[in-house]
Nanobody
């Protein structure tokens, strides 16, 4: 049974940092692309970052490029999202997702398993 469990969300001040984690189980972690998405209140879920099965090809949304870093620890079957210099517009529920295959993509439809989400609130 595929499971993705996010953690690490919370309240952070503008300009601060936060690290999200996504613990994966029930599948061979190294065979799949993985991604982070987010959904703010009243908005559609949007792409944040992804990488391919080998972790060598990464993609970022323009709004987070240079501030967020996606990476994975194959020994722990865990993916991370390091969020630096956060802004109020980063406030959202963040979801991790497993790609349908090994290539990194930015489309929601290319992901077939999702976590329950973790809330990130950026506010002073």
């Amino acid at each position: 049974q595929v499971q993705l469990v996010e953690s690490g969300g919370g309240l952070v001040q503008p300009g601060g940092s936060l690290r999200l984690s996504c613990a994966a189980s029930g599948f061979i972690f190294s065979n799949y692309a993985m991604g982070w998405f987010r959904q703010a209140p009243g908005k559609e879920r949007e792409f944040v970052a992804s990488f391919n099965w080998a972790g060598l090809h990464t993609q970022y949304a323009g709004s987070v490029k240079g501030r967020f870093t996606i990476f994975r620890d194959y020994t722990k079957n865990t993916m991370y999202l390091q969020m630096n210099s956060v802004k109020p517009e980063d406030t959202a529920v963040y979801y991790c997702a497993r790609g349908r295959q090994g290539d990194a993509t930015i489309s929601l439809g290319d992901y077939d398993a999702w976590g329950q989400g973790t809330q990130v609130t950026v506010s002073s």
